[in-house]
């Protein structure tokens, strides 16, 4: 079985330089030692891995369910985490000295692996067990650990989520993954207004109809007897003219790969043309121009954002398609190609293939989404699940196909309600229920290419839109992965955590009516740590969340 490659580390560079702010001691080697490009981290991450999947392979060259699922779930995590290893080296334990001395910074109990020695300063935190809960999830102990009291979750659950800053509503459901059993559940069936956690079904519709191996490729042709090149989009939300183009497809490459071969047909003067025929219905999103969405575009190169930012809210073009083409004509010029201004048209059947260009696969694409909340994203992957089964590539067609390729999957679907594949829809319905059966199912063996599903979610205090949050005194801190969701009046919060006794556990939390977005972000992060300390039969711990 084969997992597809995770890329959460691709995120850490960011996150090494807060740690190194944290660690007051060591801020200057970090900060220098964070320098080097992210891919000599992940290079460094990847035996590890390789390392943990052999430990929890059994005997009979067969991997269980429970070991399957916990191994997926967290080796995204591992790579993120990973990564950070640029802020320091290890000490003698296997414990970075960058971590050790993060967790001084935010506890005055540490683990055994943050305790006293010549690399620590005084104030370090006396020893205590270290990251049991992350380091039994990766091997085969989560299948043996008992699953946690359902009256002790209820007792301490029902407490934290009734706290008045979950505003007037409030729906929950924890699952233990293994088994696929319900925990708890509080109102599991009703619906509610599921801000980005949509794009959790999202993530898990693309990858069943489409496939994580799927490519979206960007292409050049020309059309016979004449000098018209046409663009044609595929609807990648990830082409980019950046000149460093990473791992994402480059439309500087799909230029300089249709100059070459528009010169060996000795052409250097085309009329320049783009289709977008690939998507269909109106562009803007019904909640209207909003620096978190551009209009959605089967071409469009940076998102359509007028600044170098490659996440979170920013000025987009109103024209994606038509300023990615001009962009491209001004790159096929400095080729040596004169090419007119660009103008909408549609490949023929006939038309010559010039270069192309292909998006990692469906797999990455998905991970960037869910990491970032990437609504960009999420719109294009909607229309690839109406592209895959048949429907329009719309706003309406992508919500129906997502509909339909959940119920295909089997999904407790009662009240659900798609308008979009971002979430910006208020009109957007899910429940608690359907939230945890998504990540069990994405957590099934049965299921590889559903597993970046969990390997995308943010990883509490180091990646996404979880890197700013869990800064108290939490046991959530790199062992909670969640796919936030806000809208004015809405927190929600679904995921996965690796309780204290290595038992892995699927949660949802929706809230809506609160009034403090903040309030109620804390008080979600406190409900999950809550998780992440829980033990079978014990008390479950109630460590706030932070924001």
């Given at each position: 079985?084969?997992?597809?490659?995770?890329?959460?580390?691709?995120?850490?560079?960011?996150?090494?330089?807060?740690?190194?702010?944290?660690?007051?001691?060591?801020?200057?080697?970090?900060?220098?030692?964070?320098?080097?490009?992210?891919?000599?981290?992940?290079?460094?991450?990847?035996?590890?891995?390789?390392?943990?999947?052999?430990?929890?392979?059994?005997?009979?060259?067969?991997?269980?369910?429970?070991?399957?699922?916990?191994?997926?779930?967290?080796?995204?995590?591992?790579?993120?985490?990973?990564?950070?290893?640029?802020?320091?080296?290890?000490?003698?334990?296997?414990?970075?000295?960058?971590?050790?001395?993060?967790?001084?910074?935010?506890?005055?109990?540490?683990?055994?692996?943050?305790?006293?020695?010549?690399?620590?300063s005084a104030v370090s935190p006396r020893p205590t067990p270290s990251a049991a809960s992350v380091l039994t999830g990766l091997g085969s102990a989560t299948s043996a650990a008992p699953a946690p009291d359902g009256k002790a979750l209820a007792a301490t659950l029902d407490r934290l989520l009734g706290v008045p800053s979950l505003g007037t509503r409030r729906t929950a459901v924890v699952v233990d993954v293994a088994t696929g059993g319900r925990l708890y559940g509080k109102d599991a069936g009703g619906a509610q207004t599921p801000a980005s956690t949509t794009k959790i079904a999202t993530a898990v519709a693309v990858l069943s109809a489409a496939g994580a191996d799927?490519?979206?490729?960007?292409?050049?042709?020309?059309?016979?007897?004449?000098?018209?090149?046409?663009?044609?989009?595929?609807?990648?939300?990830?082409?980019?003219?950046?000149?460093?183009?990473?791992?994402?497809?480059?439309?500087?490459?799909?230029?300089?790969?249709?100059?070459?071969?528009?010169?060996?047909?000795?052409?250097?003067?085309?009329?320049?043309?783009?289709?977008?025929?690939?998507?269909?219905?109106?562009?803007?999103?019904?909640?209207?121009?909003?620096?978190?969405?551009?209009?959605?575009?089967?071409?469009?190169?940076?998102?359509?954002?007028?600044?170098?930012?490659?996440?979170?809210?920013?000025?987009?073009?109103?024209?994606?398609?038509?300023?990615?083409?001009?962009?491209?004509?001004?790159?096929?010029?400095?080729?040596?190609?004169?090419?007119?201004?660009?103008?909408?048209?549609?490949?023929?059947?006939?038309?010559?293939?010039?270069?192309?260009?292909?998006?990692?696969?469906?797999?990455?694409?998905?991970?960037?989404?869910?990491?970032?909340?990437?609504?960009?994203?999420?719109?294009?992957?909607?229309?690839?699940?109406?592209?895959?089964?048949?429907?329009?590539?719309?706003?309406?067609?992508?919500?129906?196909?997502?509909?339909?390729?959940?119920?295909?999957?089997?999904?407790?679907?009662?009240?659900?309600?798609?308008?979009?594949?971002?979430?910006?829809?208020?009109?957007?319905?899910?429940?608690?229920?359907?939230?945890?059966?998504?990540?069990?199912?994405?957590?099934?063996?049965?299921?590889?290419?559903?597993?970046?599903?969990?390997?995308?979610?943010?990883?509490?205090?180091?990646?996404?839109?979880?890197?700013?949050?869990?800064?108290?005194?939490?046991?959530?801190?790199?062992?909670?992965?969640?796919?936030?969701?806000?809208?004015?009046?809405?927190?929600?919060?679904?995921?996965?955590?690796?309780?204290?006794?290595?038992?892995?556990?699927?949660?949802?939390?929706?809230?809506?009516?609160?009034?403090?977005?903040?309030?109620?972000?804390?008080?979600?992060?406190?409900?999950?740590?809550?998780?992440?300390?829980?033990?079978?039969?014990?008390?479950?711990?109630?460590?706030?969340?932070?924001?």
């Amino acid at each position: 079985m084969v997992v597809p490659e995770l890329r959460a580390w691709r995120a850490a560079r960011p996150h090494v330089l807060r740690v190194a702010r944290a660690v007051q001691p060591r801020v200057t080697r970090v900060a220098r030692a964070a320098r080097p490009p992210v891919r000599r981290a992940a290079q460094s991450v990847r035996p590890q891995l390789v390392r943990v999947a052999r430990a929890v392979r059994p005997r009979s060259g067969r991997i269980t369910t429970p070991q399957l699922t916990a191994l997926a779930a967290t080796a995204g995590l591992a790579l993120a985490v990973g990564a950070v290893t640029v802020a320091g080296p290890w000490d003698s334990t296997g414990q970075r000295t960058a971590e050790r001395d993060w967790a001084a910074s935010r506890d005055r109990e540490g683990g055994a692996d943050h305790g006293r020695d010549a690399g620590t300063s005084a104030v370090s935190p006396r020893p205590t067990p270290s990251a049991a809960s992350v380091l039994t999830g990766l091997g085969s102990a989560t299948s043996a650990a008992p699953a946690p009291d359902g009256k002790a979750l209820a007792a301490t659950l029902d407490r934290l989520l009734g706290v008045p800053s979950l505003g007037t509503r409030r729906t929950a459901v924890v699952v233990d993954v293994a088994t696929g059993g319900r925990l708890y559940g509080k109102d599991a069936g009703g619906a509610q207004t599921p801000a980005s956690t949509t794009k959790i079904a999202t993530a898990v519709a693309v990858l069943s109809a489409a496939g994580a191996d799927h490519r979206l490729t960007t292409r050049t042709v020309l059309e016979p007897g004449t000098k018209e090149v046409v663009l044609v989009g595929a609807g990648d939300p990830t082409l980019t003219a950046r000149k460093d183009a990473g791992e994402w497809a480059s439309l500087r490459a799909l230029a300089d790969g249709t100059a070459k071969a528009l010169k060996a047909r000795h052409l250097d003067e085309v009329t320049l043309s783009y289709d977008t025929s690939l998507y269909s219905g109106p562009a803007v999103h019904p909640i209207g121009p909003n620096p978190n969405l551009a209009p959605v575009s089967a071409l469009t190169a940076d998102e359509g954002r007028t600044d170098a930012s490659t996440s979170g809210p920013a000025d987009r073009t109103a024209d994606p398609a038509g300023d990615a083409a001009a962009t491209f004509a001004d790159l096929l010029r400095t080729k040596g190609i004169d090419a007119s201004s660009p103008g909408p048209s549609k490949a023929t059947g006939g038309a010559q293939a010039l270069a192309s260009v292909s998006s990692p696969p469906l797999s990455a694409l998905v991970e960037r989404m869910l990491t970032n909340s990437d609504n960009d994203i999420a719109e294009a992957m909607a229309r690839q699940v109406a592209v895959a089964t048949g429907r329009k590539a719309s706003f309406g067609g992508g919500a129906a196909a997502i509909d339909a390729q959940l119920r295909k999957l089997g999904l407790p679907l009662a009240g659900a309600h798609f308008t979009d594949g971002s979430g910006l829809n208020r009109d957007d319905r899910l429940t608690a229920d359907l939230l945890t059966a998504l990540l069990v199912k994405a957590g099934d063996p049965a299921r590889p290419e559903l597993r970046p599903v969990l390997t995308g979610l943010p990883v509490a205090g180091f990646t996404g839109t979880l890197t700013d949050r869990y800064s108290g005194d939490s046991a959530g801190p790199g062992v909670v992965r969640a796919k936030t969701g806000t809208l004015t009046g809405v927190n929600t919060l679904a995921g996965t955590v690796v309780d204290a006794d290595g038992r892995l556990l699927a949660f949802a939390f929706l809230a809506s009516g609160t009034s403090d977005p903040m309030a109620a972000q804390s008080a979600l992060d406190g409900a999950a740590s809550a998780l992440a300390g829980c033990g079978c039969g014990r008390p479950v711990s109630s460590g706030s969340g932070g924001h």
